[in-house]
């Protein structure tokens, strides 16, 4: 009764111990699995963040780019680090909860918003985070019927301790949410920074903007967490109807895709939203007037820290709004007076523009700020976004030809340096759409803009 033959599946397609194959099971012990379930629950169910600094793609890669931090960190610091992530790793594998098998694959689950990734190194599924809980919790009650009818006394700790999962302090279920430490996350309900948590459901829903702020924010010194939430709080709610019509559609568009990578994601969405509002691929656009017309709260001023570029929030009580700052020199670089004239403001505002498209469907805080905690996924797609929202790639690559093909080093540079003008975007962003514009033609001047804009 307390052993089983274990198979994980996404939708009907067996992905583990061996993808592909239904017949292939790993007999376990059930009380071990419970046992893992019921000990990391809460860091399944709410951490969203890594233990350390770094951002891989996936959680599997966690170790690999920790290793390459190591390389270059005090070994005493890199030996703390280690537990931290072998923490992370015994939490989030669901192999680890066998461990006197061998040679167990790993599945990996990570929580990313209203999404859970679920990896087993070589496949990675994206799949709706209720979906992903409603399974893990009919498994560990199925468990549970199974443990009590064997032996109900034996096992009444087991069961009862599963049962109490949910149970918590708000301090502690408010410090997985957003990845702080404990004392930090109750300095902030404390000092009524953040609310406090009512019960698990609320923490797990994740629909608060300040918080999500704070876990954005979260790799920074304490005070400057709490002025980045402060920039969120000070925008009021109100209703934003064309961005929430503009950002259904854009959603709806992202599911007709069969190219799921950010890069392409980001692109695609761009195109959609141009054709959406009639403009042209050769068309510079307004970036400040087409946001003030979806309807989001512009802001502009002097923010801390300095490596602050902007923020985007959308929740419950607050934005949509986006916020702009002048502090930084990205965004208002030495000798311009008006952020509007800023090609790295236009940049950074429509960065912004594509989480609030994208990204909002519950709740948005986006930071952009040196040591973020926005998923690399996220933040790729909304470079992309903002790259073809300002420069479309076939306007960089019609430019070429019209220029004659050039692919000398200075007439190329003469190249991104109009395209930058024209259209109020980086050297940069221009060298980086030209290079991909380019690409879809099966055309390689990447040697060349490698000297003309090596940063794109």
Known sequence: ??????????????????????DAELEIQVDDFL??????????????VYPIDVNPLKPSDLRREAMKRWSERQPEIAEREEESVSAFEEAHDLARAFAGLFEVPPFWLFRSGLEMICET???????????VRSALSAIGDQ???????????????A?????????GDATGLLAWSIGLNRDLAGSLIADGTLAAPLDFEDVANDNDELRIAARMAGALPPDQIREI????????????GSLRQVASACISHLTSLSDRRPFAEGEATARFVREWFGIADHHPLDIFAFAENLGIELRTLAAEPPTLDGLAVWGSRHGPGALLNTGSR????????????????????????????????NALSA???????????????????AGEILLPSKAAADAWYEAGKPRRHGEVGQLVSDLAERFQVTRSVAAWKLEHGLEHLDIDISATLDAVAPWR
């Open 330 to 361: 990205r965004v208002l670089p030495n000798g311009t007076r008006d952020v509007r004239d800023s090609a790295g403001a236009r940049v950074t505002l429509a960065h912004e523009i594509c989480h609030l498209l994208l990204d909002g469907q």
């Open 159 to 167: 069961v009862g301790a599963w049962r109490e999962r949910d149970r």
């Open 143 to 157: 468990i549970c019927d199974r443990l009590e009818a064997a032996d109900g006394a034996r096992w009444a700790a």
């Open 35 to 48: 046992a893992h379930l019921t000990e990391f629950w809460k860091p399944l169910m709410l951490r969203q």
């Open 229 to 240: 939430i402060s920039l969120a709080r000070s925008f009021q709610k109100h209703e934003a």
């Open 1 to 22: 009764m307390t052993t089983c033959a274990l198979s994980i599946c996404v939708g009907s397609m067996p992905v583990w111990p061996v993808p592909g194959e239904p």
């Open 367 to 385: 930071v952009e700020v040196l040591k973020s905690r926005m998923p690399l996924r996220i933040e790729q797609r909304a470079k992309s976004f």
């Open 121 to 131: 190194g070589r496949q990675l599924w994206r799949l709706p985070f209720d979906d």
